[in-house]
């Protein structure tokens, strides 16, 4: 069961004083009413990124992380990665995907964004999001 949410904005929950989240007992980050805050990382990779398992790789990984989303090829040659999650399981999950595929990458933009909770699980996507 999905907690209500209450006092939200466009950018994600409501945070605590300043907009920062407050660190819990279990050292996550938590908003004013103690709720873990989840975020979404948005990726882009240059290199030799397709025809080399890094989508697959990447579901993988996730396999053994508290993550969703999404990874997919696009058509100028680049991997998307879209991740979810609390944010120290996103960092590991991302970190793991740049060391699995070291070799390969050229380049790397991460963006944060506003976690939406559109993703069901972590999936490789073949066209279209």
């Known amino acids: 069961m999905r907690p209500i949410m209450c ?7 409501a945070l605590g004083r300043g907009g920062a989240g407050r660190e819990g007992r279990d050292g996550g980050q938590h908003d004013r009413w103690g709720r873990r ?6 990726a882009w990779y240059w290199g030799t990124v397709q025809g080399v398992g890094f989508r697959y790789t990447a579901r993988s990984l996730a396999g053994g992380a508290e993550v969703t989303g999404l990874v997919k090829n696009l058509s100028d040659g680049r991997v998307e ?8 399981e996103v960092d590991r999950f991302l970190a793991e995907v ?3 595929m070291r070799g390969y990458i050229s380049r790397a933009d991460v963006r944060v964004e506003p976690a939406t ?11 279209g999001w």
């Open 117 to 127: 909770g559109e993703f069901g699980g972590f999936g490789v996507a073949m066209e």
């Open 98 to 100: 740049a060391e699995a």
């Open 37 to 42: 805050v989840r975020i979404r990382k948005h």
């Open 81 to 88: 990665l879209v991740a979810e999650g609390e944010e120290a």
């Open 7 to 13: 006092g939200g904005s466009r950018s994600g929950p």
